[in-house]
């Protein structure tokens, strides 16, 4: 009999992590937010990250398309402390097997999950990028 597993047990759009992604090159943890239509059955997450620098993003990303950078306030996700943008132009690629590791040493932790709303208007900002690789945003197309 197989153990389940910790993370693809319970994986759905909207799924937040928060933890310390080394691809982020940060030496703290960022919210995570997994936007697959069905992550359950895919081989690999896709997560975006929200940042409290609000202006700093738009000043890096003042070149993209609007709708690429998304702004959330506590009042729509109650976990964020203060309002936070969503940066679509940036797509994280992970094995679940990877955070289910994270999961196991302490190093995420699982956060209440995001609205479908919110969800599908990060799947826009991603499919609207031009930075993003089309083989992922084929992935979010409903």
Do not use: W
């Not at 940042?51 to 996700?77: A, D, F, G, H, W």
């Not at 936070?84 to 955070?99: A, K």
């Amino acid at each position: 009999m197989s153990a389940i597993h910790p993370i693809k047990s319970d994986i759905a759009a909207g799924s937040v992590y928060y933890y310390n992604d080394p691809r982020l090159k940060a030496t703290y943890s960022h919210y995570c937010i997994v936007v697959n239509i069905d992550p359950a059955k895919d081989t690999v997450v896709l997560l975006v990250h929200a940042s409290t620098k609000i202006n700093k993003v738009k000043e890096r990303r003042k070149n993209c398309p609007q709708e690429t950078l998304v702004e959330i306030s506590p009042i729509q996700y109650p976990e964020f402390s203060k309002g936070s943008i969503i940066d679509c132009n940036e797509v994280l690629e992970r094995d679940v097997e990877v955070l289910r590791k994270l999961l196991a040493q302490q190093k995420l932790v699982k956060k209440p999950i995001m609205g479908l709303r919110l969800i599908k208007t990060l799947r826009t900002g991603i499919i609207a990028s031009n930075l993003v690789s089309p083989n992922i945003q084929a992935l979010l197309e409903e």
